[in-house]
């Protein structure tokens, strides 16, 4: 009589640990190394991405891993692997569900940590995650430079994975009177989404004592909230004799790649002008008039 095949059964995460080709047994070994204080950062450090899969087998393996995460007294290095072992873990989403909440809860608790880099590792997760409370804490920070978090230029780029109005408002006063100049690009890059900045970006686009630079982004966002107030103003710096030829090359393209080919194609001051800049002394505007112009046959 043949013998009955015993079946074990193992658990989901067993069998996922068989999937991806590592031992349960071998996570957990590196998990342990990788939380021991008596082990040496180095050593700690290199059992983390071992430890990855250990994260989410039990709720005991990812408790370890997220005190960790939150303990002032471990050294910085050990914590920032930490993190690291984490979110790789959470990029597995179905495996991951069941931690992600204790996971955000751990990472609201670390956002105000001492440590500048965990400060602000933490914080693009969060923002990227949209969440409220990461985002109250950015814009308390743009508000009252006491209490940020992150320079302000950190905190724009972050609060524009969820932009609203509030945020908008900010980014204009920062546009206008802003604590440095990176934090001003930034205002000017988060604004590019928002419709009611439009008067912002017409404003700098004319104002020729404003840096190119600026000039141009707020072409580029003029180009994706206002189209034909960019043409407008783009036909009126080609125009203008005494622009700066930075500007009227980046005017050049936009009428080139993106204007309404019948008003272009009948604007002979507009053409006139273009073909004039064929040989202006910036080899730029020269490449941008020529192209222009052949576009239209001229």
Do not use: W
Not at 215 to 240: C, G, N, T
Not at 251 to 280: M, P, Y
Not at 283 to 290: I, L, R, W
């Amino acid at each position: 009589m043949a013998k009955k095949r015993r079946v074990v059964k193992r658990s989901k995460s067993a069998k996922r640990k068989a999937r991806a080709g590592v031992p349960t047994q071998s996570a957990r070994a590196a998990l342990a190394v990788a939380t021991s204080p008596r082990n040496t950062v180095k050593e700690r450090v290199a059992a983390m991405s071992a430890a990855t899969l250990a994260v989410c087998d039990d709720d005991q393996g990812l408790q370890t891993m997220l005190n960790l995460l939150r303990d002032r007294d471990e050294p910085i290095k050990v914590r920032l692997a930490a993190l690291a072992s984490i979110q790789a873990a959470s990029f597995s989403v179905v495996a991951f569900e069941s931690c992600r909440s204790d996971y955000i809860a751990t990472l609201r608790a670390v956002m105000t940590d001492p440590d500048p880099e965990l400060r602000q590792r933490v914080l693009g997760l969060l923002a990227r995650e949209k969440d409220a409370a990461a985002g109250k804490r950015l814009i308390d920070g743009l508000e009252n430079p006491a209490k940020a978090l992150v320079p302000p230029e950190k905190a724009l780029q972050l609060l524009g994975y969820d932009p609203h109005a509030d945020v908008y408002k900010i980014a204009r006063r920062m546009v206008e009177k802003p604590p440095n100049e990176a934090a001003r690009r930034e205002a000017l890059r988060l604004l590019a989404a928002d419709a009611n900045s439009k008067g912002v970006f017409e404003k700098i686009l004319r104002d020729k004592t404003e840096a190119p630079e600026y000039r141009r982004i707020s072409a580029s966002a003029l180009h994706a909230i206002a189209p034909d107030a960019l043409q407008k103003l783009a036909r009126e710096i080609v125009l203008d004799s005494s622009e700066s030829e930075d500007v009227q090359a980046t005017s050049l393209t936009a009428i080139s790649q993106f204007g309404d080919e019948a008003k272009v194609s009948g604007d002979e001051a507009l053409l006139k002008r273009v073909t004039r800049l064929k040989t202006a002394p910036s080899a730029k505007v020269k490449q941008t008039a020529k192209r222009l112009l052949t576009k239209y046959g001229r």
